[in-house]
């Protein structure tokens, strides 16, 4: 078994004569935090909307542990352990936190005191501080991505995707998502984080690919 847990071989996408990426290549190990840099336009995003099976790649192939897979959507990529925190957070506003979190995984019976607890104890561990039973629409947009990280979380990612993470969130709140992100790839997750704010990133990053 490769000692790589996602590997991208040779990827390659385009969009009619557009190309969008060619022959891309890039390993991530267990607990390794990864920055992936470049300017707007380079394709980052599009990247990992493959990995995430939200597009498929025309040519080239996408590993987990050595063994090649395709996802053909994002269930898919999750039920493999691969998540993603888009720009857009893709939350109910109405719903509370564990609502949110839980949502389309939650079983038959739902009893909200024990969801709470368990949510909030998920929390707990990577120091994501917000209140499983708070209505999402009372939240900052620094929380609201915590809760987007412990949807990923919940489903037992063991791979983090984040695009521009940094761009919603205050200075104080970058270091913080800095120690919640070492926290996880201290307990064996691994996490891309997607930028174009190398000073944002150099003190959280284990390696940079541009």
């Not at 609502?99 to 709470?116: D, Q, T, W, Y």
Request: proline share 4%.
């Amino acid at each position: 078994m490769s000692d790589h847990l996602v590997q991208f071989n040779n990827i390659s996408k385009f969009f009619g004569k557009v190309i969008a990426l060619k022959d891309v290549t890039m390993k991530l190990r267990k607990g390794e935090i990864m920055c992936l840099l470049g300017d707007n336009g380079a394709g980052k995003s599009t990247l990992f909307r493959m990995i995430t099976g939200a597009e498929q790649p025309d040519s080239g192939e996408i590993k987990v542990h050595g063994t090649a897979q395709i996802f053909r959507n994002p269930a898919d990529a999750l039920n493999a352990g691969i998540g993603m925190v888009h720009q857009e957070f893709r939350l109910i506003p109405s719903f509370s936190v564990a609502e949110n979190v839980i949502l389309s995984s939650s079983p038959p019976v739902l009893k909200a005191k024990e969801i709470n607890k368990q949510v909030a104890s998920l929390a707990d561990r990577y120091g994501l501080n917000v209140d499983p039973a708070q209505p999402l629409w009372q939240l900052s947009m620094g929380e609201r991505q915590k809760v987007e990280i412990l949807k990923v979380l919940w489903r037992n990612g063991q791979v983090l995707i984040l695009d521009e993470p940094t761009t919603v969130l205050t200075p104080a709140e970058v270091n913080e998502l800095g120690q919640i992100l070492r926290r996880m790839a201290n307990d064996g997750r691994s996490i891309i984080f997607i930028s174009h704010k190398l000073h944002e990133v150099s003190g959280i990053c284990d390696e940079a690919t541009v």
